[in-house]
């Protein structure tokens, strides 16, 4: 037997948005006695404990104002809310799979956003 799941849609979120989502669901399970943390949870929530840096508002305001940019395109602005890059070097890491390469301007305007933030 196959058991086939339908995509319904797709979002993205910044880590420190999925840890908000996911201390409501720990709130709910620490309610009822009789439910259990699940090992994928637990490990989950230490994740974002550890790498979330901002908080969900203005990670997702950092993200939002890194689309507004040429070279972002979500999920790299995503990825970039997320890792918080301070140098030209750790930037061109997060684009290092693009087939294309940033100047040394374009990477300078998202290192100033983030600086906005960080």
Do not use: W
Not at 10 to 18: A, D, G, P
């Amino acid at each position: 037997m196959t058991i086939f799941k339908e995509k319904l849609g797709e979002e993205f979120l910044t880590t420190s948005e999925v840890k908000r989502l996911l201390e409501e669901v720990e709130a709910e399970r620490a309610a009822d006695e009789e439910r259990e943390v699940r090992y994928e949870l637990a490990r989950a929530i230490e994740h974002v404990n550890r790498f979330a840096f901002l908080d969900p508002e203005d990670s997702r305001a950092l993200a939002e104002e890194l689309l507004e940019l040429e070279k972002v395109d979500e999920a790299t602005a995503f990825k970039i809310a997320d890792l918080l890059p301070q140098s030209r070097d750790e930037l061109r890491a997060v684009y290092a799979q693009q087939r294309y390469a940033l100047s040394g301007d374009e990477l300078d305007e998202i290192l100033n956003v983030v600086a906005k933030y960080a």
